[in-house]
């Protein structure tokens, strides 16, 4: 499958690279197709070392948008919609990810959701109607995502209405290394998910633990 | 210590009283005495059948209040705020731990926080300023905290403004068999650790799962 990741040049972005690459064709876009070529010569540098399926490519978030079959908006909240409003005209019918997490830092990690009640539906609003949405990923740390020696033992919750869109992504986090996908239920459940993200990072901080992960058990 | 249980009659009451009952002194508290003793009866029975400590002991709610150092509001989101009032003149300058979460069952279940953000910031509101609110237990699936052959192999994240209060409690997490205490901030924080109960009560129905609790990885 051709998976695209928007803003794939750095944070969860890259990790998700990483590691989906292994199964996938990667298209990392950015807003700088140079950025985005030059994160895809690292990853695919990382990935040959090891002995790795390295054939990430990387190139602009249109045409990532344009050529990938499954689209992860990997952009902090505040840069989803003019992200996706610069891609919008390749989306339609397509599998949109979104691991976005509305939250402000104060003392601790706060979730500062929209008005709509989750970056998920909120970024609803400025996509075709017939995209494919789904909400997976928040509860990756990045740092660990992308360090390829960490097994990944953790759960990651996936969200949508389209019961086929969100198997494929079900899928696609079953083909990362030991991460098991739940089924969190539909998008209205994406703000029970989203709280997960600031709760992970100030466990950490209060906790003094490194970047964590979650499991069910 | 004497950990008071309002509502310890059933749900996650009947877990925490057998389970602390091994190091502290548990006073089960009802709004109807009689049935307080009996579920202490009870409860006794099954902990001497296992030659474990059977000295949980029954009374009013109002007692329990009196009586404990410590008193975890083990009542549903609508029975909070008449309960508290019944037993408010004893709970000054006590540690007050609530496991409480507004929620309700639609298809699946919905987090239904008050206008205060949380329910522990609304039970604030009607509790002499000088009680020592802590939110814990939220994670804990009832059945398998009454289920003494459970190992309780999860973390329980503990929330509150009073630090040595909230040590207290983490205190008594740890001496409940396996369960870890995590540090999860303030009682601002509540607003992150609530929503965890329908999300675990979610991922068990759609992914077909037994009751659900957490570990931090």
């Not at 390295?54 to 992860?72: C, F, H, L, P, Y």
């Amino acid at each position: 499958m051709k998976i695209a990741i928007l803003g794939g040049t750095g944070d969860i972005g890259e990790g998700l690279a990483l590691r989906l690459a292994q199964k996938h064709q990667v298209l990392i876009g950015s807003r700088e197709e140079a950025k985005a070529k030059e994160a895809a010569d690292n990853y695919n540098k990382r990935l040959k070392e090891r002995g790795l399926r390295d054939e990430i490519v990387g190139m602009s978030n249109q045409d990532a948008a344009k050529n990938g079959d499954v689209v992860i908006l990997a952009v902090k909240f505040q840069f989803a919609i003019p992200t996706l409003q610069s891609v919008a005209e390749f989306l339609g019918g397509k599998i949109v990810v979104s691991p976005i997490v509305p939250m402000s830092k104060q003392k601790l990690c706060v979730y500062t959701p929209p008005a709509e009640g989750s970056a998920a539906k909120h970024i609803c609003s400025v996509m075709p109607p017939d995209v494919r949405m789904v909400v997976a990923f928040q509860t990756l740390p990045a740092p660990r995502l992308a360090d390829l020696d960490d097994p990944l033992d953790f759960d990651v919750i996936v969200c949508g209405d389209d019961e086929e869109a969100k198997k494929v992504v079900m899928g696609l986090v079953s083909d990362m290394d030991n991460l098991r996908p739940l089924d969190g239920g539909g998008l209205e459940e994406a703000k029970l998910i989203e709280p997960l993200t600031p709760l992970l990072i100030n466990l950490a901080i209060k906790n003094k633990m490194r970047p964590l992960s979650i499991k069910f058990v």
